[in-house]
């Protein structure tokens, strides 16, 4: 049982793998977090609460009720009565005063979980069932009912919440935060790990000891962005990859965001994710609801690799719809950065022709396709083919590629709109934008209002004519700026702060449109780069674009950072060229081929360029994609090092579920003057087992030897240099 009731002492626990989150409802109908952590067998944990201890205790028995409120830990806390730390919750009430009060109101539990009305989330699945509890509260002064949807995963130690506020009163109500997860924690001795970051360099991981106040990372620019991620782990402060308590949270959201910690005056921890707040503030009419997005968390007593492991299964058994999930991609090659927007029907065939020789299996034909676009300063919402480039249209050059054997994909960035367009010249309204100010330009382009139904409409229809018109098998669906002005001419004044979230929903609605109309579509999603790697989108897309800079070392440190919370088979990488087109540097072709290895694998360059000896490389490498991406997609990743801690190398390791078999990569960043070879411990594997390495199978090892003592990595020359081994059960 994920989800059990305990009547006497009125106790919800809830179980995932082996961690318990336990709430309690006390006097006066609050509902407490009594503890999450390691499972226990005991179903009355109350003495957690220190409700004996004055003066924090209700107000029954003498007890102070205000100071009962600025300690207790809240498991959705809201603001205006007592309770000073970051509120959850906050509204603004028909009377225009700010307080909320909410109290146990009633409960049901449920095998399996619901769908979010709009919005993506986990679901129920074999490998993972779950549990569900729907706990009411209500706050009495509004009328406003407050569902917590929470979900617990049999087989993993993950857990869900999500949020419905219903307005049962009778005056309109204003909602201006929705969190979606708080956890409390008794201890403010532990650290925080974030991602942030910047175009091209997406995703770094940060690590601080937690500080009395509060400590926050979010999102204001309409996308989850490339700033900071959706994501933030607190861990003991001991804690490291492989041993000590983390717990992992993660918004499966696409906008606006914030995750935030707050130490206390009783150096407990208070952890909130949700929806931004800021900039938010949506009108509930009577009889509304309004549904907040999920956030996930898991737990893990093995480090931030056991973190890490768990959110990939979550995110793979329990959010990728995609048939391709777990399914190989085919072997792709973009041209974006062989021609950028340089290039017409010839230049795309003759790179096909090339690329299906040595077995690369899809043309992905990106920006610059469509309208008059010949940068990026036009012609985003007019998605017609321009016959000048592609002369026959797009069904002559699809049949092309498909003579060489290949298929087809293209690119789209349906959320735009460039002011040189038809779409813009016959309705300027449709981008978002404030009556009277000016519009900020970003990129040559505002966004296009996906609040209204009509832009989404034609927007839609539009998409859906060019993949009727041809046989296309993959879309690259791209984002390449910010919101600004965050406006609609079609909504009322009282309505203006939904914009942002009206978007993101309008966004999903597109999205899911498609993947309905066309469920054999592979769709990559992407936003300049990585700006857009959330858990949302992988309900949608089964990848996402890493980053921009495909450059081999740039990304070994990209893809560690966005591997804490979300699988490699979600990363998209591909082989560039060098010097680099990001950062000048130049990488081994064999390194570079390496590092797409640990992710969907493709190529980005313009093949009849290539020198003939890495040329002659590519069909080895496809080999080797072939070989071990079954691995990559549906093994269990190991990080041996990271090169944020030693710069010198990087190692990491996919090793099989019934671990019969591991790839290990080793990287060595800079090469090393009189050093003898370096040992590199392997992780994960049976320590019972006998294993070789594929190149020897003459020379057994166990695999309690394998991690216990390490194998040496020798005969590395240079820079940049890198190594596979593929270790096999015997
Ligand atoms: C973004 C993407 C690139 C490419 C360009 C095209 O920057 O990340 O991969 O598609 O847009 O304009």
């Given amino acids: 049982m994920a989800v059990e009731y305990f009547e006497d002492t009125r106790t919800f626990r809830l179980r995932s793998k082996d961690t318990d989150w336990v709430m309690q409802v006390v ?51 809201c603001a205006g009565t007592g309770d000073y730390r970051e509120p959850a919750f906050e509204i603004v009430a028909p009377d225009g005063t700010t307080a909320s009060d909410l109290r146990y109101s009633s409960h049901r539990i449920y095998s399996g979980k619901p769908a979010l009305d709009g919005l993506p989330a986990t679901f129920a699945a074999e490998e993972s069932g779950c549990e569900t509890l729907e706990i009411v509260l209500e706050d009495k002064f509004t009328g406003l009912e407050v569902t917590l949807v929470c979900t617990a995963f049999e087989k993993l130690s993950a857990f869900t919440r999500s949020v419905r506020v219903k307005n049962c009163g009778i005056q309109p109500v204003f909602l201006k935060n929705v969190s979606s997860m708080c956890a409390e924690f008794d201890s403010s001795d532990m650290d925080m790990i974030t991602l942030w970051g910047s175009w091209a360099r997406e995703r770094i991981p940060e690590r601080c000891r937690l500080h009395h106040g509060v400590q926050y990372i979010s999102s204001g620019r309409g996308t989850s962005s490339h700033q900071y991620n959706p994501f933030a782990a607190l861990c003991v402060r001991n804690a490291d990859e492989d041993s000590g308590e983390v717990w992992g949270f993660s918004l499966v959201y696409s906008g606006n965001f914030k995750a935030l910690a707050e130490v206390t005056q009783h150096d407990c921890t208070r952890f909130i994710i949700g929806m931004g707040s800021d900039g938010f503030l949506w009108k509930l009419e009577p009889g509304e609801t309004f549904t907040a997005p999920e956030a996930a968390a898991v737990h893990s007593l093995e480090g931030l690799g056991g973190m890490s492991r768990t959110f990939h299964d979550l995110w793979r058994q329990n959010l990728i719809r995609s048939p391709y999930k777990f399914r190989e991609r085919p072997v792709l090659i973009n041209n974006w950065e062989a021609t950028y927007f340089n290039f017409d029907a010839d230049k795309l065939a003759n790179i096909a022709s090339e690329a299906s020789e040595l077995g690369i299996e899809m043309l992905v034909m990106d920006d610059g396709w469509f309208g008059h676009r010949e940068s990026d300063n036009s012609s985003l919402g007019d998605w017609f083919v321009n016959e000048k480039k592609l002369p026959g249209g797009l069904g002559a050059l699809v049949e092309r590629v498909k003579g060489y054997g290949m298929r087809f994909g293209i690119w789209f960035e349906p959320e735009m709109i460039s002011p040189d367009s038809d779409l813009f010249r016959s309705h300027p309204d449709w981008a978002i934008q404030i009556k009277g100010r000016e519009m900020t330009m970003s990129r040559e382009q505002y966004v296009l209002d996906l609040s209204r139904s009509e832009v989404r409409e034609c927007v839609y229809s539009q998409i859906k004519r060019i993949l009727d018109s041809a046989d296309i098998a993959y879309v690259k669906w791209d984002c390449n700026r910010q919101i600004t002005e965050a406006g609609s001419l079609a ?18 609605d ?35 674009w890493c980053s921009d800079d495909t450059d081999a070392l740039e990304r070994l440190k990209i893809q560690y950072g966005t591997s804490l919370c979300y699988p490699c088979s979600a990363m998209g990488a591909h082989v560039s060229v060098c010097p680099n087109h990001t950062v000048g540097r130049t990488t081994p072709f064999s390194t570079r081929a390496n590092v797409s290895l640990a992710g969907t694998f493709g190529y980005e360059l313009d093949v009849t360029k290539l020198s003939e000896e890495d040329k002659s490389a590519i069909p080895g490498q496809i080999a080797l994609y072939k070989k071990y991406g079954r691995l990559v997609r ?57 294993y070789f390495e594929e190149k020897a199978p003459e020379k057994t090892i166990s695999g309690a030897a394998l991690m216990n003592c390490g194998i040496n990595i020798c005969g590395l020359w240079g820079d940049c240099q890198s190594v596979i081994f593929h270790y096999i059960k015997k």
């Fill in 634 to 690: 549906s093994g269990d990743l190991f990080r041996i090092s990271s090169i944020f801690d030693d710069p010198e190398y990087h190692a990491l390791m996919f090793v099989a579920k019934d671990k019969s078999e591991a790839l290990v990569e080793y990287f060595q960043v800079l090469g090393r003057p009189n050093r003898r070879s370096r040992r590199i411990k392997l992780k994960g594997l049976d320590p019972d087992a006998v």
């Fill in 510 to 544: 597109l999205m899911e449109r498609l993947v309905t109309d066309y469920p054999d579509l592979l769709l990559e999603n992407c936003s300049g780069g990585g700006g857009r790697f959330d858990p949302g989108m992988l309900y949608y897309s089964p990848q996402i």
């Fill in 27 to 77: 006097d006066e109908g609050y509902l407490l977090q009594v503890y999450c952590g390691a499972a226990v067998p005991d179903s009355d944990l109350s003495w957690l609460l220190r409700l004996d201890e004055p003066p924090f205790v209700p107000s029954v028995n003498m007890r102070d009720k205000g100071t009962f409120m600025d300690s207790a830990p809240f498991v959705y806390p």
């Fill in 491 to 508: 909504l009322p004044a009282d309505r203006q702060q939904e914009v942002m979230h009206r978007y993101i929903l309008g966004v999903y």
